[in-house]
């Protein structure tokens, strides 16, 4: 049974800074990426990065410069670093375990930038 736990979202003010943790546990030992989404309240999810097990990245347009998504491959641990953050990062932040025969999700975790 994979398990995926996020961690760190909270209420910041806009400018601020906030760290996303994600581990994945249980049946893991083929994680092909690890991929950070979010959804804005009554909005659509949005990729906001990802990573691949060998280290490329990928990042929304809306987000580049300012957050920076990071693996340790041996702990199957994703970090998601978010600087200069504004009122419309705003959301919900999931991660996601893509493995070779299917997705896991986590639970979500809140961050709220305050203007």
């Known amino acids: 049974q994979v398990r995926v736990v996020e961690s760190g979202g909270g209420l910041v003010q806009a400018g601020g800074s906030l760290r996303l943790s994600c581990a994945a546990s249980g049946g893991t030992s083929s994680i092909n990426a690890m991929v950070w989404y979010r959804q804005p309240p009554g909005k659509q999810r949005e990729l906001v990065a990802l990573i691949t097990n060998g280290g490329t990245t990928n990042y929304a347009d809306s987000v580049k410069g300012r957050f920076t998504i990071s693996r340790n491959n041996a702990e199957k641990t994703v970090y998601l670093q978010m600087n200069s953050l504004k009122p419309e990062d705003t959301a919900v932040y999931y991660c996601?375990?893509?493995?070779?025969?299917?997705?896991?999700w986590g639970q979500g975790t809140q961050v709220t930038v305050s203007s």
């Open positions: 996601k375990v893509q493995l070779p025969w299917r997705d896991y």
